[in-house]
């Protein structure tokens, strides 16, 4: 179980990661600062890749781009072998910017605009149907135009136990169709000569940490391709279980070991279809956060600390909310440490941001050894949805994202500037 990025360490009491002080990053590079570490986007790619290749070759990981995506990393993650799902045009254009092919694409979303959908049919990317409108759409759209491939989001109808909001797989959810709807879906897809239907998708919820919904996930799946079998003689080509786990944040949380999980998923399904004479599908997996999260810390300054007596200890930093809504959304917790080390006795810190909010409180309770005002303080686990999900609320800049190893730093996103927020501002 990965809690800290794998290169993390303290070097004579000073936090480094890749080797690189984190001291020194904020000096070049100030704060907040989010820092990624390119070994645990590394290591963590091969949880996955690794044991698909022995135990199910014919597979495909997909970084879910809306964990974090930028030029740069969807350059790393193509390096890395790894294919991609875009859920809107601006992932798309990334992606197909940073030069990732477009046959590596996977396209999602419950509401693609016309936009959106011509973008993906002039560089063929495989669009993900959400619902019938979509297809209607699809179909008009694409008339006259190249080929292009089709998977069908169903909704598995599982509810797995995550914070409702990241919950996606139930039957009142927002996201696919539901699964008696499946086979009359298929046909329509069939009586459009360009559309080629590839399989099914599916994606339950995030931040899961039990594999029993994701088995659940195959019990479900091997019915209806037996029936899309029986009824239309078609052995789906390809079958998207989604992404969704869990990683560590703080000490409720106990990530699934995600090579035996992999390994136990694949020797299920292939017994499930051999058991049913069912031919092996391609099988893809959409994980995001399990590939980035662990590897992002955020380095903040601490700008004041107000006590309050009696009650708790502020510590303010220059961060907060728009660069990690996860607290104020989810009520997400967070570990947090001290760049530097320093042997003082501990104190506990309601860490707050610096926007106009009164929810803008990154942690409360924290315990750190005490801390004074223009020292850092380090967040762990914030490389998914950190920087994907930031606001520029109360016109604040959005910080710089680096990532680093042994062999060097790359600035993947350099800071905002005042510019930049005034870029697209018209006077009157
Ligand atoms: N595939 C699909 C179709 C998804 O909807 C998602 C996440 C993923 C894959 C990747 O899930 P992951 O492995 O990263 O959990 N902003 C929320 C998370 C929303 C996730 C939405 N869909 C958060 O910060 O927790």
Known sequence: MITKPISFEYIEDKAHLGGHSLLDLVETYKTPLYVLDKDTICHNSKQFLDPLKAHYPNSKVLYAGKANLTLGIAQLITELGLHLDVSSGGELYTAI???VPPSNIYFHGNNKTHE???????????CIIDNKQELENLC?????KNRIEVLIRLKPEIDAHTHKYIRTGQLDSKF???KKDCI?????ILK???LTFKGLHSHIGSQIFDDKPFLELINIMIPIMKEIKET?????????CGGGMGIFYSDNDHPLDIQSFI???CDSFKKECHQHQLALPTLLFEPGRSLIGPAGITLYKIGAIKPIEQIKTYLFVDGGMADNPRPITYGANYSFDTVIKNERPLHHYSIAGKFCESGDILGENIALEACEVGEYILVFGTGAYNYSMASNYNRNCRPAMIMVDQSGITELVRRESYDDLIRLDQML
């Open 97 to 99: 910017k940073a030069g």
């Open 116 to 126: 959106e959908l011509n973008l993906a049919i002039q560089h063929g990317v495989t």
């Open 140 to 144: 008009h759209l694409h008339k006259g």
């Open 176 to 178: 696919g169709i539901e």
């Open 184 to 188: 009359p879906f298929i046909k329509e």
């Open 192 to 194: 459009h000569p360009k």
């Open 232 to 240: 239309l003689n078609i052995d789906i080509q390809e079958l998207n």
């Open 263 to 265: 390994e136990s998923f």
